[in-house]
Nanobody
Framework: QVHLEESGGGSVQAGGSLRLSCVAS????????MGWFRQAPAGKERSGVA????????IYDDAVKGRFTIARDATKNSLSLQMNSLKPEDSAMYFC???????????????WGQGTQVTVSA
């Protein structure tokens, strides 16, 4: 069973930067993909921000292309999301995830972290 723990959220003014980190522990047979989702407001469906598959293929949501960078360190079982030029509409709870994905679409069982809040003020 995989456990994910995020860190790095916080509050920043528009135009600023934040870096989210996620460390995975344990093992899951379907954990070839890792990615970031966000949810705002609470209760709304989580939407994909960026994902990286087992071969290093990366998919970004159009809303964050050119501003966010996802990176995976397989040796450390870690995932990061560098977020630059942040906008108020990026404010959300961000979740690290692992599971099966293809072309940016996730399927099957997904393991979630507990989430980390990002707040961007105008």
């Amino acid at each position: 069973q995989v456990h994910l723990e995020e860190s790095g959220g916080g509050s920043v003014q528009a135009g600023g930067s934040l870096r989210l980190s996620c460390v995975a522990s344990g093992y899951a047979a379907n954990a070839e993909c890792m990615g970031w989702f966000r949810q705002a407001p609470a209760g709304k469906e989580r939407s994909g921000v960026a994902s990286i598959d087992g071969r290093g293929g990366v998919i970004y949501d159009d809303a964050v292309k050119g501003r966010f960078t996802i990176a995976r360190d397989a040796t450390k079982n870690s995932l990061s999301l560098q977020m630059n030029s942040l906008k108020p509409e990026d404010s959300a709870m961000y979740f690290c995830a692992t599971g099966s994905c293809y072309g940016g679409s996730w399927f099957g069982s997904i393991t979630w972290g507990q989430g980390t809040q990002v707040t961007v003020s105008a």
